[in-house]
């Protein structure tokens, strides 16, 4: 199969950074999640998450210039629809007026180097909420699901993604975006992150509360992995990395340490992600608002185990924090 290529790692400064296998986190480590809105003026405050908004793509210069001057080099967008109607088989994912695509081509537009990935689901764009195209049933057909799902990664590539990031969990994705990504001429420059070893978490309660994306019946038990599969977390990076991915992702973070350990053995070439979820963020606010520790200190302690288990990129909530507190220290 025609999988291994080594351009898209190297297409943008920060993919070619990525690449130097470092054990200190710096401002190049951190990829901000941030929640896009089709609502024009949004900023609308995020219940679990605080000091979270999602915003209309016409405040994400106010939103983000400050953070960009600060040193940001990284984003992942998520779409959070609310003025059209959703429907099974996620039409708003890759509606060309949607908040995803209007925002990658705002952001390319705004900020020049700045690194765009977009998180590449149907969940947030379903009126099931799964995170796939079902069958009557209501089971996955993980064939229809894939093909829409890279689909949909094309979209995103085309408007200017630099970088495409499939968390779905469905079977062999990423050798089917890869090969259309190939097809429409975009493998190249199109960086394909995959959520390889992504568990069914108790800790993503606030993010689906953010983008309204939780089930309306069932579970997302059938595709993503139970959090004792650590056998099938092994597969799934061998897998994915067969299939043609860039990048290894990890998620959640804290409690998958020793997942993010076996990515670093099983894919010692590849940069690896982690994701420090929805629930991983609240539930420090929560334990340093409870006087459990000092929230600088506790923040940052989990950023050095993420990197010292082989992570060298991460996603997280607390970007904007990690930003300020590296220029402080620097000025020590
Ligand atoms: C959806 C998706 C989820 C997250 C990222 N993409 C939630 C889920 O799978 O239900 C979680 C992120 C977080 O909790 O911060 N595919
Ligand atoms: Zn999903």
Redesign the pocket.
């Known amino acids: 199969m025609d999988s291994e290529r080594l351009h898209p790692s190297i297409a943008t400064p920060l993919g070619r950074e990525l690449q130097a296998q470092s054990h200190q986190w710096t401002k190049s480590s951190l990829m901000y ?1 941030i929640f896009i809105t089709d609502e024009a003026g949004a900023k609308v405050k995020l219940g679990g ?1 605080p000091n979270q908004y999602r915003w209309g793509v016409d405040r994400l210069e106010e939103f983000l210039k400050p953070l960009v001057q600060r040193g940001l080099r990284s984003v992942i967008l ?1 779409g959070v629809p609310v003025l059209k109607d959703k429907d099974p088989v996620g039409s708003l994912a890759d509606d060309p007026q949607g908040p995803v695509i209007q925002a990658i081509q705002k952001l390319r537009e705004l900020f020049p180097n700045l690194y765009i990935a977009a ?1 590449v ?4 764009y379903t009126s099931h909420g799964h ?1 796939g195209i079902l069958y009557e049933n209501g089971t996955v057909d993980n064939q229809k699901s894939i093909d829409r799902l890279a689909d949909v990664a094309v979209a995103y590539a085309k408007a200017g993604a630099h970088c495409v990031a499939p ?3 469905m079977d062999n994705r990423i050798g089917a975006m890869h090969q259309k990504l190939v097809e429409a001429d975009l493998r190249d420059k199109t960086t394909l992150m995959s ?1 390889s070893a ?1 568990f ?2 108790s ?6 509360e ?2 309204g ?3 309306s019946f069932g579970d ?1 038990r059938c595709y ?1 992995l139970p959090a004792n599969a650590r056998g099938l977390a092994r597969r799934a990076i061998q897998r994915d990395v067969r299939e043609g991915a860039d990048i290894i992702m990890v ?2 973070g804290l409690p998958y340490l020793d997942v993010l350990g076996d990515a670093r053995e099983l894919a010692p070439d590849h940069p690896r992600a982690v ?7 609240a539930t420090i606010h929560a334990a340093a608002a409870a006087g459990v520790g000092d929230f600088k200190a506790l923040v940052q302690e989990t950023m050095t185990s993420m990197v010292r288990a082989g992570a060298s990129l991460i ?1 997280t ?1 607390f970007t904007p924090e990690l930003l300020q507190w590296l220029d402080d220290d620097e000025k020590k």
């Open positions: 999640p998450m998520f998180d689901c149907l969940c947030e995170c968390s779905d969990m959520y992504k069914a978490s800790m993503y309660g606030p993010f689906r953010a983008v994306s939780a089930p997302r993503q998620k959640p994701y420090q979820v929805s629930g991983e963020y996603l909530y």
